[in-house]
């Protein structure tokens, strides 16, 4: 594990977040977050509902705006410089709990798309990769189906396909699995551990503790919009030295 | 305690509830004695009618006759029609031309027919539009003169829009060519406006001038309904991306236009912009008043299409706009790609609901003098041979009406279902 580690901490950093706020109204959503993202590492984000993970991992693609400090992707400085936001997003995929496929394109349709119109991939050259992901992800006999066909977790794994298909530096996953029926979970976390094997930059906010045992290099626990604790995992889960982690880990682990 | 469920499951039919039509009659008409009265009554009074109305319409009917007084005593008086149909269709289109709208119906009626499949939605449509357009107008003219400038403008028309639409995806050689189209269009309309270039138009003039207030008839109502929507469609779209621009002053106009134009009648709409216009107009600088009227129902169906599609976006789930943001997809592509195809096929019942509307309400072109379908059968019965059978006329109007709307009420309900196969949810 160390060696892991430190292999990471000489890896360059691909996402810097530097004294971000940010507030809807008077509610102050993000406080004074600061994060190094290394190239290659996975993180795990966690906390309860409101605290304002999904709020993060939304920023660093400028889904949503942030009012102070400084995000760096991938070198680029997130401005309201439209090429800037393209560019980021073009290198930085994202999954959504509510799968967001496109339900009047087929599978294949909703891969291909930003491909050839955001990369200008000859079509030819974008399907073969869209039917790799899809064998990659298990369902390549799905390609022709609308998504409306399709159950909840091959949607899901649909969605990661198509994030893939611009191949991304960065993954951002937000709560991938919460909206999935229990027994379709796992086949969209197998998916997910397998593409973390294989290396990719992935921030996933997500309540499996499981996978963030399996796969995470740091958990970082979120509250009322501040980074209350982060750790390796073991550490993490074994001695959480913040109250408000505590309480958090006994409510979610112990039921 | 366990309870385990033992062998195969039971594979069982439906229950069976009613049996064949007598079943079906019973359960629905005949459930109890004040149904089994309704039922009976209801049915004696509707064969009564019926039979009143055929005896009237059909078996008393007269059909040919020299003037509306061998009709009295009779029933339907539908002599009429077959003295006055050539006029209720065509108006006051020389009597001996009247081939040539008749043949602009027939051409509308083929574009509209080979529009309406979907195996036909690409670049061909717009040749079958534009030939066909070509063809109807100059059936309806009988000359069509060509300028210099109007070709310049449609290089930079067509130019522009290849521009915008293969701006992304062509290859680097056709996207070159769209922009010579475009800067070729752009450089002659600046060199026509100065001066440069002298006042040169190609003359296409196979059969006599007919003005258009010697227009009337079918083929009123259909280049009015036709054109008029055909204009107002992607007209109401910008309007509809406009109200929810996030740019102030983009927003602000849309807005502005489109309560505006919701706000008065059609009619008043139609009395500005064939009494007031030409009072703002330099004198000498007339625009002809049937063009006047379309502009006026292009502005109107604009405002209306506007807020039935704004209807359609608001209904997507945010997510839909947050994937194609998060793909890198920009907004062109986003609103082309995602939104609009999403969009448009939720709000079809209230847009042909709007279409329908729009095709009677042309009639109300009237109030400016100019002779659509309706009023055309009105004018008709103007004649004293005739007088006294106004029920015929517009019983044969409302038929002709009927046939139209119905169509596309049909056609709505084709394409509900084929746009929505296999992506129901």
Redesign the interface.
């Known amino acids: 594990m160390a060696t892991a580690a430190q292999e990471l901490s000489k890896a360059p950093s691909v996402i810097t977040l530097k004294g971000v706020n940010k507030w809807y109204g008077q509610f102050h959503v993000l406080s004074d977050i600061n994060l190094d993202v290394k190239l290659g590492e996975k993180i795990v984000v966690c906390g309860p509902s409101g605290s304002g993970k999904s709020t993060l991992i939304r920023c660093i ?3 949503e705006e942030h009012q102070q400090g400084d995000i760096v992707v991938d070198g680029v400085m997130l401005s309201n410089d ?1 090429k800037n936001i ?1 560019a980021i ?2 290198e ?3 999954v ?1 709990q ?7 394109l087929t599978i294949l349709d909703n891969l291909t ?2 491909p ?3 990369k ?1 991939t000859p079509k030819k050259d974008a399907e073969e990769i869209a039917m790799n992901l899809l064998k990659r992800v298990r369902i390549p006999e799905q390609a022709l ?5 399709l159950s909840g977790g091959q949607q899901q794994r649909v969605a990661i396909a ?2 893939l298909c ?1 191949r991304p530096k960065i993954m951002l996953f937000d709560e991938p699995t919460s909206a999935l029926d229990p027994e379709m979970v796992k086949e969209v976390l197998d998916v997910m551990v397998e593409l973390a094997r294989e290396g990719m930059t992935m921030i996933c906010v997500t309540h499996e503790m499981g996978f963030a045992r399996a796969v995470a290099d740091r958990v970082i626990f979120m509250d009322r919009g501040e980074i209350v604790e982060q750790n390796e995992p073991e550490e993490f889960f074994a001695h959480p030295k913040n109250e408000r982690t505590k309480l958090f880990l006994g409510q979610i682990l112990h039921h | 305690m366990a309870d385990v469920a033992q062998g195969e499951r039971r594979q069982l039919a439906p229950p069976v509830n009613d049996a064949g039509a007598f079943g079906w009659l019973r359960k629905n008409l005949f459930s109890s004695w004040g149904n089994a009265i309704t039922t009976i009554v209801l049915v004696g009074a509707i064969g009564w009618i019926l039979a009143r109305f055929i005896d009237w319409a059909v078996i008393n009917a007269v059909w040919t006759a020299p003037t509306g007084q061998d009709c009295r005593g009779h029933g339907a008086c539908w002599a009429l029609i077959h003295e006055k149909y050539r006029y209720i269709f065509f108006g006051s289109f020389p009597y001996e031309q009247q081939w040539r709208p008749l043949l602009a119906v027939i051409t509308m009626l083929a574009m509209l027919i080979l529009s309406s499949d979907r195996r036909m939605w690409n670049a061909r449509l717009l040749w079958i539009w534009g030939v066909g357009s070509f063809l109807t107008f100059l059936l309806m003219f009988g000359q069509i003169h060509i300028s210099i400038s109007l070709i310049l403008f449609v290089a930079l028309g067509a130019g522009g829009l290849g521009m915008l639409m293969r701006g ?2 062509g290859t680097p050689a056709e996207v070159n060519g769209w922009r010579a189209l475009a800067a070729i269009g752009a450089v002659g309309l600046i060199l026509r406006v100065t001066g440069v270039l002298p006042a040169w138009s190609l003359p296409i003039a196979p059969f006599d001038y007919v003005e258009t207030h010697l227009w009337g008839g079918l083929p009123v109502t259909m280049i009015l309904a036709t054109y008029g929507l055909l204009f107002a469609f992607p007209y109401g779209i910008l309007l509809a991306l406009g109200r929810r621009s996030h740019l102030p002053l983009i927003k602000g106009l849309c807005v502005g236009f489109i309560e505006l134009i919701r706000g008065v009648p059609l009619i008043s709409l139609l009395i500005m912009a064939s009494v007031m216009l030409p009072l703002f107009l330099p004198s000498g600088t007339t625009i002809d008043k049937f063009l006047r009227a379309q502009v006026a129902v292009i502005l109107f169906a604009g405002a209306y299409i506007a807020e039935i599609i704004r209807g359609g976006l608001q209904s997507l ?1 945010k ?2 706009f ?9 907004y062109f ?1 986003k609103t082309t ?2 939104i609009l ?2 969009a448009l ?1 939720v709000v079809i019942p209230p847009l042909i609901n709007t279409f329908i509307g729009f095709f009677k309400d042309t009639s109300l072109v009237l109030i400016i003098g100019i002779f659509d379908f309706l009023n055309t059968a009105n004018q008709a019965l103007v004649d004293p041979n005739w007088a006294g059978f106004p029920g015929e006329v517009y019983l044969f109007a409302a038929f002709v009406y009927f046939c139209f709307c119905f169509s596309m009420s049909r056609y709505a309900k084709y394409l509900e279902v084929e746009l929505n196969k ?4």
């Open positions: 693609n400028r889904l439209v393209e997003r073009r930085v995929g994202m959504f509510s799968f967001n496929l496109f339900p009047h798309l930003a050839i119109w955001v200008k189906k609308y998504p409306g066909q198509r994030a611009m | 992304g995806v789930p997510g839909q947050e994937a194609a943001d998060a793909m890198g997809l920009n592509q790609l995602i195809p999403q096929r296999g992506t129901r949810r």
